[in-house]
């Protein structure tokens, strides 16, 4: 019990600190606290790696993002089914469910040290307004996986989005 009371309160503290610094970042022109992340950058730091963090309320996720544009893990402890990522110009996106129940939620991503916050950007509604603070591992270190169930990302995939194949954004 004090492990995880002492884990939680760590969780809690480095959440504080980050948006702190993120805060002053926005308030002290000239100073780089923060770094706002390019679609490139986005698909270089997330493909093939895991991000995982909490929202804004403390529930937390985890999620790895495969190539292919399937992410793999879980959201406020509930496990993804169908959910999928992809980059758009300058934000990240992600769909979650089947077709007939689909969600859509887009986040502009901003590198703080080592961590990473998700501001809502569209279509996603409180626009600019800081839904998560989230940290990036190598690789699946967790093994996240599709758990031998169907997956279905209707190929809205994230590798889709380079040099070779141009997608529509979303207005």
Same mark, same amino acid.
């Given at each position: 019990?004090?492990? %995880?009371?002492?884990?939680? &309160?760590?969780?809690?503290?480095?959440?504080?600190?980050?948006?702190?610094?993120?805060? *002053?970042?926005? &308030?002290?022109?000239?100073?780089? !606290?923060?770094?706002? *992340?390019?679609?490139? %950058?986005?698909? =270089? &730091?997330?493909?093939?790696?895991?991000? &995982?963090?909490?929202?804004? #309320?403390?529930?937390?996720? +985890?999620?790895?993002?495969?190539? #292919?544009?399937?992410?793999?893990?879980?959201?406020?402890?509930?496990?993804?089914?169908?959910?999928?990522? +992809?980059?758009?110009?300058?934000?990240?996106?992600?769909?979650?469910?089947? $077709? %007939?129940?689909?969600? *859509? !939620?887009? !986040?502009?991503?901003? =590198?703080? #040290? %080592?961590?990473?916050?998700?501001?809502?950007?569209?279509?996603?509604?409180?626009?600019?307004? +800081?839904?998560?603070?989230?940290?990036?591992?190598?690789?699946? $270190? #967790? =093994?996240?996986?599709?758990?031998?169930?169907?997956?279905?990302?209707?190929?809205?995939?994230?590798?889709? !989005?380079?040099?070779?194949? =141009?997608?529509?954004?979303?207005?």
């Amino acid at each position: 019990m004090y492990v %995880e009371f002492k884990t939680e &309160l760590m969780l809690k503290t480095r959440f504080t600190t980050v948006l702190m610094a993120f805060w *002053l970042s926005m &308030l002290l022109p000239g100073h780089s !606290f923060s770094q706002v *992340l390019s679609d490139t %950058e986005i698909q =270089k &730091l997330f493909e093939g790696n895991t991000v &995982l963090g909490r929202y804004t #309320d403390g529930a937390p996720f +985890i999620e790895f993002h495969h190539a #292919d544009g399937h992410a793999y893990g879980h959201n406020r402890g509930i496990a993804n089914t169908d959910a999928c990522w +992809i980059v758009q110009p300058g934000k990240v996106c992600y769909y979650y469910g089947p $077709p %007939e129940r689909r969600l *859509l !939620f887009c !986040f502009t991503v901003t =590198k703080i #040290d %080592e961590n990473y916050i998700l501001t809502n950007a569209p279509p996603n509604t409180n626009q600019g307004q +800081i839904n998560a603070v989230a940290r990036v591992e190598k690789a699946n $270190p #967790d =093994k996240l996986g599709d758990n031998g169930k169907p997956w279905t990302c209707d190929g809205l995939v994230s590798h889709l !989005f380079n040099k070779r194949r =141009k997608l529509a954004e979303f207005k």
